[in-house]
């Protein structure tokens, strides 16, 4: 009997084969897929970017529709440090994912208290607030049109952002690769296990003796983090920044690309993202114009059946509440 | 007379135009078997949120080992030793007892902030957590995902979770509610089994359960102490015996 | 000055009557319904076909637009809404974008993206001045229709809740809706009822105020935020609650585009920040709803 228990909370940790399976595919696509390489950068950073909004909403159940916030700080950092200061793209990545970082963990003590309608108006306040600071500083910003010549330097002081976007698809990827890495760890540690508590109930979190709000602002900051290297990302795999990066569409499109790949594991993130460029692109070859329409009715209709059957195919046709 | 662990000055607490504790003083010493009852809505729920620090009290102090912790938030009264059980399960539904427990032994060993090791490698915690899901006949069910879990089962995560922190003062709100009969044994058993240097202050409606257990009570009405000392002193008073012979006429009434 | 402030009471009137179905929803039933601007969008598109294609005076248009809004909205509710009450709070925000989505390409679709043009009656382009100078108030006919409609709609809604039963079932239910229903108080009939109004009181504020907001197919995108300050800063367990909310924000929002164009936006989501911070259950709301 000893070492049974060790060994059942151990086992959740483990890498499972077709993780493997996957990465390894994953790794390959932008071998095999050359000449879409800018695409593969855009989803990879996508996925970084949702991955980052399942840790708020999927392990902490936080609705936020202001997450582009912490995209548009890292884009816009990283743009700027590449312009004024130095053009290393490792350094720039660097000051983006620190600069959201702090935004986060200054934001944290609002979406403590209050409703889910409290904090869902101040998570898209803050985005508000950020999109319209910097259209009225745009000559710092470039305001709407954009913040023009951004010229980033060679990777690790070898490699050239190629116009292919090849060594861009692989950064992004990489940084995508480090970012699962670490948030796999965290989340079946001690501390990850304490936040999936949280979801669940947080009078008990506080019964055992642990932190509630610690452990709120320690995970927002850490998706911040996160938004904000995916945002630097952007700016630097595309070389500008623009107001866009801000906007209200980006928090609601990674929303949907995290709900396509399911909230509360790691892959809900990448894989949404995945999800969501096909579904995107397989509509608007359909109906350039209206595409905005079908997703809409996939989204009512999703909605209406449940969320979860998306994953389970056999559910599709039963009655809900079986 | 021993050392006193709990206590509480003056505590009111008001509700709008409602007094649901009025200036209700009361001392638990080391090791009690501290019995709280009262009829319905008398209050009893409402002073332990206020214990532990969940409600906030309107005027009084409540005290910790001489140590004033009236503004203390839960959390870091939880790290004191003052632990509770709630009326209501209060657990991680989609979690499973083993881990429940794990998080709770890793919290009182001050290990639930890390980061980078997997949950489980450490041996001494997963030793522990055996050791309590045995103790509370939970073993079969280690792996299964609470909101799986009857009723009575549980009730005793419930109490272990609390036991877990080692408190030097435990509050039950109720530990036996809802419990069907053939499960009630289990417990009695673990709350008679506790450790004598631990103080207990229980809060129950079956009597029986009461005076098998409570060397001390205190017998709360309408949110004031209406009296107060050891079982037969209790069972004896006629104005407990009115209290609740009253109740029990209206309800057949 | 006193202009500006009579343009932002008529702005903030109008965002009352249009956010007051929004809170009425969240309060009653805990529903995010983020398509609420979808239904204002029917109400000024609803004015614009009758008005023009129809010939009708601007004055019929409106009731009809309460009536045609009211109607959908209580179709709705009865399809689409009533299967989600009680579902997470994130599905409610993805399915009410969606429907919303939806709503935004249709119009489209079928009137185009261009914004559409209101011709408002002569006697409501008449503008009354009193004073000079700094202190000068001038008064459009238009807003001043506004805000009196808006007004006596406020006054009368109240009479309503305070004065007859379903005004006293409403008020029960929004208090606790398993009690409510414990009491025989038809529950489903209410939550309708009240959507239903809910809308209609969006649509008219639609069309009454299309000329004020602009009416194109992204009106919903563009003033869903207003509709959700309003409730959130001002509360959903009130009429006063949004009522003041409103008024504040029109206020700001009127003053500050005027002496801060290009920030003008800021200091409103700013000051509802910090008001949210301030009071997280918003200005007015009882402590401890969920």
Known sequence: ????????????????????????????????????????????????????????????????LGHAAFFGVGGYAAALFAKHVMPDPLVGLAVGTVLAAVLGALTSPMIVRGTDLTRLMVTMGVALVLLELANKFDSITGGADGLPGVMMGPLLGQFTFDLGARVASFYSLAVLFVAFLILRRVVNSPLGLSLKALRDNRLRVMAIGLSVNFRLALIY???????????????????????????????????????????????????????????RDLLSSFTPQYWTFWIGLFLVVLMLVGRERLFRPWTWFKRSGS | MSEVVLETFGLVKRFGGITATNNVSMKVTKGARHALIGPN????????????????????????????????????????????TFQIN?????????????????????AARRWWQPMGSDSVIGAECEQLLAQF?????????????????????????????????????????????????????????????????????????????????????NGTVLTEGTPQEIAADPQVRAVYLGETKVNHG | MLTLLFDGIAYGMLLFVLSLGLAVTMG????????????????????????????????????????????????????????????????????????????????DYIMGSSQQNIQLPDWLRQRFEFGSGATM????????????????????????????????????????????????????????????????LAGLGGALGADIFGLDPNFPLKYMVYFLIVCAVGGTSSITGPLVAALVLGIADVFGKYYVPKLGAFIVYALMIAILLWRPQGLFSREGKK
Request: hydrophobic residues 55%; positive net charge; proline residues 4%.
């Open chain 3, 28 to 107: 009653l039933m805990n529903f995010i319904n983020l398509a609420h601007g979808a239904f204002a969008m029917a109400g000024g598109y609803i004015l614009v076909v009758l008005m023009q294609k129809a010939g009708w005076p601007f004055l019929a248009c409106l009731p009809a637009a309460f009536l045609i809004t009211a109607l959908a909205g209580a179709l709705l509710e009865r399809t689409l809404y009533r299967p989600m009450y009680g579902k997470p709070h994130l599905d409610q925000v993805l399915f009410s974008i969606g429907l919303t989505l939806m709503a935004v390409a249709s119009v």
């Open chain 1, 221 to 279: 900051t850490l998706a911040a983090a996160l938004a904000g290297a995916a945002g630097a990302l952007s700016a630097q795999t595309t070389g500008s920044a623009t107001l866009d990066l801000l906007e209200f569409h980006r928090s609601a499109d990674v929303m949907l690309a995290l709900v396509l790949g399911g909230t509360g594991w790691l892959w809900g993130g990448p894989i949404g993202a995945i999800a969501f460029s096909v579904l």
């Open chain 2, 137 to 221: 006949r939970l073993s079969e069910h280690a792996d299964r995902v609470t909101r799986e879990l009857p009723y009575g089962k549980r009730r005793l995560l419930e109490i272990a979770l609390a036991v877990a922190q080692k408190p030097s003062v435990l509050l039950l709100d109720e530990p036996a509610a809802g419990v069907p009969a053939a499960e009630r044994r289990d417990i009695l058993d673990t709350v008679a089994a506790l450790p004598d240097d631990v103080s207990v202050v229980l809060i129950e409606h079956d009597m029986d359960l009461v005076f098998s257990f409570a060397k001390r009570m205190t017998v709360l009405v």
């Open chain 3, 137 to 200: 108030l001038g008064m459009g006919a238009y807003r001043l229709f506004i805000v009196a409609t808006c007004v006596a709609m406020a006054l009368g809604l109240q009479a309503i809740l305070s004065g007859t039963r379903f005004g006293s079932r409403l008020r029960a239910a929004v208090d606790d809706p398993r009690v409510a229903a414990g009491l025989g108080i038809p529950v489903n009939r209410v939550f309708l009822l009240t959507f239903a109004v809910g809308s209609g």
């Open chain 2, 41 to 84: 809505g008398a209050g009893k729920t409402t002073l332990i949120n206020q214990l532990t620090g969940v409600l906030p009290p309107s005027e009084g102090r409540v005290q910790l080992r001489g140590r004033d912790i009236t503004s203390l938030t839960p959390y870091k009264r939880v790290g004191l030793g003052l632990v509770r």
């Open chain 1, 1 to 64: 009997m000893s070492g049974k228990a060790s060994a059942l909370l151990l086992a959740p940790a483990r890498w499972r084969r077709w993780e493997y399976a996957l990465w390894a595919a994953i790794w390959a696509a932008p071998i095999v897929f050359t000449s879409h390489a800018a695409l593969i950068n855009e989803i990879a950073i996508f996925g970084l970017f949702a991955l980052s909004l399942d840790l708020i909403l999927g392990y902490t159940g936080i609705v936020s």
């Open chain 2, 90 to 110: 209060q657990l991680f539904a989609s979690l499973t007892p083993l881990q429940s427990l794990a998080l709770a032994v890793s919290s009182r060993l001050d």
